[in-house]
């Protein structure tokens, strides 16, 4: 018999496996404990192993990054655009100012000035959006959400970055997982977060759809794979 062979899990189980994952990953802040080359990276690795596949599939021009972090998942997609000779750079912002000196030690200054733009500033500052329309060449951009995690926050951050992403491009949203009864009482502030946004979203816009074959099983973002139809 083939020992890689799909045992036949219902989707009960397979949703109770994740939801222990889940729990464990919040609970324990194992999130914490990732790095990418040394440098602290905030998010899940089955979601950015997702990320690298979807990188490689759509060879963005640019990859605009929101919630910068201490720039480990910046740092990433900025290798991974240099080795598929990829032309473009990560533009990475964040509401909150991190210490991102791990990112300068491992890249070297010139390096990460080559491959990565970061700014400390509000994602959806009307200033910086202005920069990122004059600076960044090309319109196949990869765009990648994951900061201020309110509903309404997370909703304005889709519209204005919608703009950047062509037909056949992806809008991702991180950490839709946290929405809904699973952790109203772990995380309350969030309890309408980034899946309400998403939501609400797909409500008013018919040019993007959720991609369901991304972002599966113990993944944080699911439900948070859009695609660009029109």
């Given at each position: 018999a083939d020992l890689f062979e799909k045992?036949?899990?219902?989707q009960n189980v397979i949703e109770s496996h994740q939801k222990s994952f889940l729990d464990i990953y919040f609970t324990e802040k194992l999130y914490r404990k990732n790095h990418f080359i040394g440098i602290p990276c905030l998010q899940n690795?089955?979601?950015l192993f997702t990320l690298q596949e979807l990188i490689t599939k759509l060879r963005p021009d640019n990859i605009l990054e929101t919630g910068t972090g201490f720039g480990?998942?910046?740092a990433l997609f900025a290798i991974m655009m240099d080795v598929l000779g990829l032309p473009g750079k990560v533009?990475?912002?964040d509401n909150v100012q991190y210490d991102v000196s791990a990112l300068s030690n491992a890249l070297g200054n010139r390096y990460k000035e080559k491959l990565i733009c970061f700014r400390s500033s509000m994602s959806i500052d009307s200033a910086y959006i202005d920069k990122l329309?004059?600076?960044i060449k090309g319109d196949n951009n990869l765009v990648i959400l994951d900061s201020d995690h309110s509903k309404w926050y997370v909703y304005a951050?889709?519209?204005v970055y919608s703009q950047f992403v062509k037909p056949g491009g992806y809008l991702v949203v991180a950490d839709t997982i946290i929405d809904g009864k699973t952790y109203r009482d772990k995380y309350p502030e969030w309890y309408e977060g980034p899946k309400a946004a998403v939501d609400e979203f797909l409500k008013r816009r018919d040019d993007f759809v959720l991609d369901e074959t991304c972002g599966q099983i113990f993944s944080c973002f699911t439900g948070g794979f859009l695609r660009r139809i029109k």
């Open positions: 045992l036949p899990l219902s690795p089955i979601d480990g998942s910046a533009y990475t912002v329309r004059k600076n951050e889709m519209e």
